[in-house]
């Protein structure tokens, strides 16, 4: 929903970025971690590691990291 607020210059790189997050959220709450744990990650097995590293890679995706340095540098550029 924030993404469509955004500025047409980054709006749809906010689309990329919010799709990519929700799907990360979603791959988490699958996967059946909770960040607002701590004990929980340290007792992590092997197997939820990698499922953890497997959801990760959505936000590495090369549209995503690509989407996010413009907005940085629009950030950067309208906000400093």
Do not use: H
């Not at 709006?11 to 960040?35: E, N, P, T």
């Not at 990760?56 to 629009?74: G, H, P, S």
């Amino acid at each position: 929903e924030w993404a469509n607020t955004a500025p047409d210059e980054i709006k749809s790189d906010m689309l990329i970025f919010a799709d990519a997050y929700q799907q990360f959220a979603d791959d988490l709450d699958a996967i059946g971690i909770d960040f607002s744990d701590p004990e929980q990650a340290a007792a992590m097995d092997a197997e939820t590691i990698a499922q953890l590293e497997d959801a990760v890679q959505v936000m590495a995706a090369t549209d995503v990291e690509a989407a996010l340095n413009r907005i940085e540098a629009f950030f950067e550029r309208e906000c400093s």
